[in-house]
């Protein structure tokens, strides 16, 4: 059999919200509303992992894909988060107090993991579309997990996933990370890019497909966003799942991250906002 995921990819035909899909026999993508979780491990396996926690109130539905996919009392090893924003840790006391699992997250994430500090306010005067506007109503205060949550190790080794490893990705957190399968070259994104123009209701809305940088109004570090880019577009991914829009394969991920890391500035960095500073742009 080949290891190139392109060949193994299992083909995906709805966008409904909510119904999961196999990107491959052992990654599990979940759109749940406007963002997307992560199962890996075959189904049934008694050795899965979640990563990311979606948006608030959305825990029963994650519980009841869990369920179905690798049946009742069997929790995850353990929750692994990209970063802490809301949308990204919303269900994460339901899933905690149905599963006693270990979350793990990057030590620069946790002081919002564990009440300590806010993450810096959403900008909705940042150029761009609606979502931005609206933004300003996202929730920005930490979580406390204090209890739970535990850096991930130093040496970017992933906890129980051995073929796995951590990639910190900073720019839109501080302590962002990615996921990647060196083995068939399968990455978890998180939001160092992403598949959906977020700053737009209509696009997001639609799922309407376009590689992009992180989400505008949530990033304050454009230079560092543009790095974790780079770096993510060196490990040349074959398949993606990003926290937003449709998972990538093939050329369309290849040529898209590619010209994202090229062209960074123009296509991700908005024009105008709080966190932009076009002068310290490079051409
Ligand atoms: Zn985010
Ligand atoms: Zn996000």
């Given at each position: 059999?080949?290891?190139?995921?392109?060949?193994?990819?299992?083909?995906?035909?709805?966008?409904?919200?909510?119904?999961?899909?196999?990107?491959?026999?052992?990654?599990?993508f979940l759109p749940v509303q406007i963002v997307n979780i992560s199962f890996i491990g075959a189904a049934g396996s008694k050795d899965w992992i979640l990563v990311d926690a979606g948006v608030p109130k959305s825990g029963k539905k994650i519980i009841e894909e869990a369920e179905e996919?690798?049946?009742?009392?069997?929790?995850?090893?353990?929750?692994?988060?990209t970063h802490g924003h809301f949308d990204h840790v919303g269900a994460i006391d339901d899933l905690l107090e149905k599963w006693q699992v270990s979350v793990y997250?990057?030590?620069?994430?946790?002081?919002?993991?564990?009440?300590?500090?806010?993450?810096?306010?959403?900008?909705?005067?940042?150029?761009?579309?609606?979502?931005?506007?609206?933004?300003?109503y996202f929730p920005n205060e930490p979580i406390d997990i204090s209890g739970s949550v535990e850096p991930l190790p130093e040496d970017g080794s992933m906890p129980f996933l051995p073929d796995w490893e951590w990639v910190h990705t900073p720019g839109h957190t501080k302590g962002h990370i990615s996921l990647f399968r060196p083995s068939d070259k399968v990455l978890?994104?998180?939001?160092?890019?992403?598949?959906?123009?977020?700053?737009?209701?209509?696009?997001?809305?639609?799922?309407?497909?376009?590689?992009?940088?992180?989400?505008?109004?949530?990033?304050?570090?454009?230079?560092?966003?543009?790095?974790?880019v780079k770096i993510l577009n060196e490990l040349k991914p074959e398949a993606a799942i990003t926290g937003h829009g449709w998972p990538l394969v093939g050329e369309?991920?290849?040529?898209?991250?590619?010209?994202?890391?090229?062209?960074f500035d123009k296509i991700a960095v908005p024009e105008k906002g709080k966190y932009v500073d076009k002068d310290k742009k490079r051409d």
């Open positions: 059999m080949s290891d190139k995921p392109t060949d193994r990819i299992v083909p995906m035909t709805s966008v409904a919200s909510g119904a999961g899909h196999a990107v491959l026999p052992d990654v599990y996919r690798f049946g009742n009392d069997n929790p995850p090893k353990a929750i692994i988060l997250a990057h030590k620069y994430e946790l002081p919002y993991l564990t009440g300590k500090e806010s993450y810096p306010e959403p900008d909705p005067t940042v150029e761009g579309g609606g979502v931005a506007k609206i933004s300003k978890i994104a998180g939001d160092a890019f992403v598949n959906v123009r977020q700053d737009s209701i209509y696009k997001v809305i639609t799922q309407q497909r376009e590689i992009n940088g992180p989400p505008t109004y949530f990033t304050p570090d454009w230079e560092s966003a543009r790095e974790s369309e991920l290849t040529g898209g991250l590619e010209k994202l890391a090229n062209d």
